[in-house]
């Protein structure tokens, strides 16, 4: 299996920035995706990362540390909508194509 | 263009009946997964479908549990003698990648609800 760890809630206030952290255990590591999921409503996806670095989306950015295992999730200029469960998943090499581990999640409540 | 849909979006049962869900991928995509995502925890993949090659089953929980998929298209994850401990949402996700790819963006449906009662 794999152990993805991140933490279970965390809390901002609009027009903060917040930083969602990951680190993964694996071997053959082979891609990290973030996935936003509002409350009843299906994940969709927000990043993907396979070479260490920093890749920028607007107001979402997504980090990798492959020496590390790690990653963060850097969401700025919050809002409310923002409040939701931000899900960190690893692909790894010789894993059926695709298959996903996901972490449990980290809910972010965005207060005004 | 249409997502991916699942019905029905909520299912009440009584222990040991059977239940079908269903899931319709996103037209053209040939890789479609099966998760569950039980309260506070994260999703587990249960099956994978790839065009026609032999699904990856290997995260079924247990020999209840069965899904098929006609035609390439639409799928049905089949759970016979439920347990309340099937209780969790069932999510279905498909993707456009085939091989040779590891970025492979998952498209998920709203889920399926099941409660075993």
């Known amino acids: 299996g794999q152990n993805i760890d991140q933490p279970t809630e965390m809390t901002a206030t609009e027009g903060a920035i917040v930083q969602i952290n990951c680190t993964y255990q694996?071997?053959?590591?082979?891609?990290l995706f973030w996935y936003q999921q509002h409350a009843g409503e299906a994940p969709t996806f927000l990043s993907y990362?396979?070479?260490?670095g920093l890749e920028e989306k607007g107001r979402f950015s997504s980090f990798l540390s492959r020496s590390k295992g790690y990653s963060y999730l850097l969401l700025k200029e919050l809002q409310m909508k923002d409040s939701a469960s931000y899900l960190c998943?690893?692909?790894?090499?010789?894993?059926?194509?695709?298959?996903?581990?996901f972490g449990r999640g980290t809910q972010l409540t965005v207060w005004p | 263009g249409a997502g991916v849909s699942q019905s029905p979006s909520n299912k009440v049962t009584e222990k040991g009946k059977d239940v079908e869900l269903r899931c319709d991928p996103i037209?053209?995509?040939?890789?479609l997964y099966w998760y569950r995502q039980s309260l506070g925890q994260g999703l587990e993949f249960l099956i994978y479908?790839?065009?026609?090659?032999?699904?990856?089953k290997s995260g079924l929980p247990s020999d209840r549990f069965s899904a098929e998929r006609t035609g390439g298209s639409v799928s049905t994850l089949t759970i016979q003698r439920t347990q309340q401990e099937d209780s969790a949402v069932y999510l279905c996700?498909?993707?456009?990648?085939?091989?040779?790819?590891?970025?492979?963006?998952?498209?998920f449906g709203p889920g399926t609800r099941l409660t075993v009662l």
């Open positions: 996700a498909s993707s456009p990648r085939t091989s040779g790819s590891s970025y492979n963006e998952q498209f």
């Open positions: 694996t071997s053959g590591f082979n891609g």
């Open positions: 990362n396979v070479l260490d």
């Open positions: 998943a690893v692909n790894h090499r010789g894993s059926t194509l695709g298959r996903l581990y």
């Open positions: 037209s053209g995509h040939t890789a």
């Open positions: 479908f790839q065009g026609n090659s032999a699904p990856d």
